[in-house]
């Protein structure tokens, strides 16, 4: 479980570098940055609130989708997980933490193909291949 947390904490913060910290923000990505301050703090459905109303505010910001799908998997929600984090990567296919979290909660669920494909790449776009597999087999030995 502790695995898990770090693994969430890590991916907010890179959310946070992504939307930026304050100023010039769009009314969506200011819902964003709430929303990753709360899933820090651990304020998960008001997480998932915010999230949901930078989506409805630009359905086209992956940025919304990527932390509403990081918040579900903290949630233990990983197939709401996936289908946020498919839009994400739908919207933005070069976001490579993205499919890192995907490929975390493809392995939970137990995909491994899915898992894989994932990996694969994030990998090709950059994510530390060892760091990411370390990840898995520790998710895997959690099940």
């Given at each position: 479980m502790k695995a898990t947390k770090v693994i969430v904490l890590l991916l907010l913060a890179a959310?946070?570098?992504v939307?930026?910290?304050?100023g010039g923000l769009t009314e969506a990505e200011e819902h964003v940055d709430k929303g990753a301050d709360y899933h820090e703090e651990g304020r998960l459905d008001d997480?998932?609130?915010q999230y949901t109303k930078a989506i409805e505010l630009d359905p086209n910001l992956a940025e919304a989708y990527a932390g509403r799908g990081t918040t579900h998997g903290a949630l233990d929600q990983h197939q709401r997980a996936i289908e946020d984090?498919?839009?994400?990567?739908?919207?933005?296919?070069?976001?490579a933490?993205?499919?890192h979290t995907q490929?975390?909660?493809?392995?939970?669920?137990?995909?491994?193909q899915e898992a894989e494909q994932?990996?694969?790449?994030?990998?090709?776009?950059?994510?530390?291949a060892d760091v990411l597999r370390m990840q898995v087999?520790?998710?895997?030995?959690?099940r």
């Open positions: 959310t946070l570098l939307v930026g910290c304050g997480a998932i609130a984090l498919d839009e994400a990567i739908r919207l933005n296919p070069q976001y933490w993205v499919y490929a975390l909660a493809y392995t939970v669920l137990g995909n491994s994932d990996i694969d790449k994030a990998v090709e776009l950059g994510i530390d087999e520790q998710l895997k030995a959690q």
